[in-house]
């Protein structure tokens, strides 16, 4: 019997670690989040997919999971690390300035979306008790797959991450909740819920008072013995024990793991904390992914799938119209919201655990339980093709809100100049001309750089500039100068000609790659070229030489020496009548 335990608990290691040696490194490489892999993964190998044939082919039990439960405590690890890497990135203060999304917009979402659906189960026939616990069940988002593709900093993530803390700290009233109304439930189940919030809040209390008295001192004896191992058991000493605190009392661990990441992050250690925990995070969320891919029950879906498309759709949309809804009227901007409302549109891996309360409890029966979660499960796998869905709607909208009239070159207005291309050397550009007075008009293919541009006050429009009508309607007849900023060296050299040949005495100034791409820019008939590499060797080779001591008039003489030698190689390679002037980039 042990030999077997011990060959089973070897076969699923050997399953988890394959992933993720092979999902991580394979789907970055196709530019995929990882999530959707480990997902498949899931799918795959458990006990509904590969798993099922083991009986036949007992080799498939060395690459299959025949048994969830067994994996199950180390996924629900991986969320606990996940709060608690949360709480390291937020403060109390942060916490305070985000009271007003969290108990405001964080309340509304869940409760009004989850009527919502609610009313809509009613309508088809669901009891209202059914409704009710379903409808909230399903309003419920996913901390562990939202928060790893928004982040926490960016718009997207700030009311990602406010409305889920309310979520989190809702979880156990809504079970308590759920308990009360089930037929047998009698007045101990309010007495209960009563019971555990006065217990928690003591329990949370004593955390604050006793973890910003000992855990800067724990973590700084940890640090003096110079120990990476000690340092880590420390860390997730810390982690373990605040989610059994609270566990303890009946709230959920995860609240317990981010008071735990809320008071070390006030501490000296928070970096170096968050880095050592941060593997066992995420090969434990790995184990919770996979865990989530093998609920999915492909027999089940292919004999329901018109119902469960229909019914996952339902529930993303009401959940991103009302999420949607809400920030806009929080005041966020339309396409923060947007994509906000589609990210948290699917259900969440708490929806999973209050459907089994609802069921235990006789509120809805096995088959309805059932149903719903393989759409959770299905909601929650296709939940990082939701954010490249909202990414999208999100950035169209916000061009769309965009006012481009304002930058298009109008011939009754002065000439401005066309800067064609807003990465780092395009902005830096358009900073020097605004500060000496110069009006100009920048263009960019990617999405995301013309909107955070956009956001940032700058005079930005999309475009594509390889197309011929882009580049027509520009109107650069009437500017006054075109600068190339585009690190694309083929596409700058068939623009200088383009444009040449159509206007010959605009004024034209290309970024260069080095002294044979400048030669063949000025071939096609650049005004000026900026060998970037050249000038920034040049630039480091001063810097160095009058650092070590060296005159700073021999350095300076060697430097023009050098930029004459790069001068002729340039008249060299371009066949050209004389040497160009180097334009310095600094």
């Known amino acids: 019997m042990a030999g077997e335990l011990q060959t089973e608990g070897i076969s699923d290691l050997l399953v988890i670690l394959g992933a993720a040696g092979i999902v991580i490194p394979a789907f970055a490489r196709l530019r995929i989040t990882p999530i959707i892999g480990f997902i498949l993964v899931g799918i795959m190998v458990g006990p509904m997919g590969l798993g099922s044939l083991v009986p036949m082919y007992p080799m498939l039990e060395w690459v299959t999971i025949t048994n969830p439960e067994a994996i199950h405590p180390i996924g629900e690890y991986g969320i606990i690390l996940l709060l608690f890497s949360i709480g390291l990135e937020l403060s109390f203060r942060r916490l305070w300035k985000m009271r007003r999304l969290v108990f405001g917009v964080g309340a509304a979402q869940l409760f009004g979306a989850g009527l919502i659906i609610a009313a809509g189960l009613y309508a088809f026939g669901y009891g209202a008790t059914a409704a009710i616990g379903i409808g909230v069940a399903l309003a419920l988002s996913s901390?562990?797959?939202?928060?790893?593709?928004?982040?926490?900093?960016?718009?997207?993530?700030?009311?990602?991450?406010?409305?889920?803390?309310?979520?989190?700290?809702?979880?156990?009233?809504?079970?308590?909740?759920?308990?009360a109304l089930a037929p047998q439930a009698g007045a101990d189940s309010w007495s209960g819920l009563l019971t555990v919030l006065w217990q928690g809040g003591l329990v949370i209390v004593a955390m604050l008072v006793l973890g910003r008295f000992f855990l800067p001192r724990l973590f700084g004896q940890a640090a003096r013995t110079k120990s990476p191992e000690l340092f880590v058991s420390v860390s997730l000493l810390v982690v373990i024990v605040a989610s059994l605190a609270t566990g303890a009392v009946g709230l959920s661990p995860i609240v317990g793991a981010m008071i735990a990441g809320l008071l070390i992050a006030e501490t000296d250690y928070h970096?170096?904390?968050?880095?050592?925990?941060?593997?066992?995070k995420g090969l434990a969320l790995g184990v919770f992914l996979i865990s989530i891919g093998m609920q999915v029950d492909l027999r089940f879906v292919a004999s329901n799938w018109a119902t469960l498309v229909g019914a996952v759709a339902a529930v993303v949309l009401v959940k991103a119209a009302v999420t949607a809804s809400l920030l806009k009227l929080n005041g966020a901007r339309t396409g923060t919201a947007t994509?906000?409302?589609?990210?948290?549109?699917?259900?969440?891996?708490?929806?999973?655990?209050?459907?089994?309360v609802a069921g235990a409890a006789q509120i809805i029966d096995d088959a309805t339980v059932n149903f719903w979660q393989v759409a959770t499960a299905i909601g929650l796998t296709i939940t990082p093709i939701l954010a490249r869905i909202g990414h999208d709607m999100s950035r169209r909208l916000e061009l769309r809100e965009s006012d481009d009239e304002v930058y298009e070159i109008d011939p009754a207005e002065e000439p401005r100049t066309v800067v064609i291309g807003?990465?780092?050397?395009?902005?830096?550009?358009?900073?020097?001309?605004?500060?000496?007075?110069?009006?100009?008009?920048?263009?960019?293919?990617?999405?995301?750089?013309?909107?955070?541009?956009r956001r940032a006050g700058y005079k930005v429009i999309y475009g594509d500039?390889?197309?011929?009508?882009?580049?027509?309607?520009?109107?650069?007849?009437?500017?006054?100068?075109?600068?190339?900023?585009?690190?694309?060296?083929?596409?700058?050299?068939?623009?200088?000609?383009?444009?040449?040949?159509?206007?010959?005495?605009?004024?034209?100034?290309?970024?260069?790659?080095?002294?044979?791409?400048?030669?063949?820019?000025?071939?096609?008939?650049?005004?000026?070229?900026?060998?970037?590499?050249?000038?920034?060797?040049?630039?480091?080779?001063?810097?160095?030489?009058?650092?070590?001591?060296?005159?700073?008039?021999?350095?300076?003489?060697?430097?023009?020496?050098?930029?004459?030698?790069?001068?002729?190689?340039?008249?060299?390679?371009?066949?050209?009548?004389?040497?160009?002037?180097?334009?310095?980039?600094?």
């Open 271 to 280: 970096n170096e904390v968050d880095v050592m925990t941060a593997p066992f």
């Open 339 to 356: 994509e906000t409302g589609v990210l948290m549109g699917s259900p969440s891996e708490t929806t999973l655990i209050v459907l089994g």
């Open 422 to 453: 807003f990465g780092r050397v395009g902005n830096l550009v358009a900073d020097m001309l605004t500060m000496h007075g110069q009006p100009y008009v920048a263009v960019d293919s990617n999405v995301d750089a013309v909107t955070a541009a």
């Open 143 to 179: 901390t562990a797959l939202v928060l790893p593709i928004s982040g926490t900093h960016s718009a997207v993530g700030k009311s990602a991450l406010a409305m889920l803390l309310f979520e989190d700290l809702a979880i156990v009233p809504i079970i308590f909740v759920l308990g």
């Open 465 to 586: 500039i390889s197309r011929p009508e882009t580049l027509d309607k520009l109107n650069l007849g009437h500017a006054k100068a075109l600068i190339l900023t585009m690190d694309q060296p083929v596409l700058a050299e068939h623009i200088v000609k383009r444009v040449r040949q159509w206007l010959p005495d605009i004024t034209i100034v290309a970024r260069a790659r080095d002294s044979d791409h400048a030669a063949k820019l000025y071939q096609a008939g650049v005004t000026d070229a900026v060998p970037e590499t050249l000038e920034s060797s040049l630039q480091l080779s001063e810097a160095v030489l009058v650092d070590l001591g060296v005159a700073m008039g021999p350095v300076i003489a060697s430097i023009h020496e050098k930029r004459d030698e790069f001068r002729r190689q340039i008249k060299e390679a371009g066949g050209l009548d004389e040497a160009p002037k180097l334009k310095l980039t600094s």
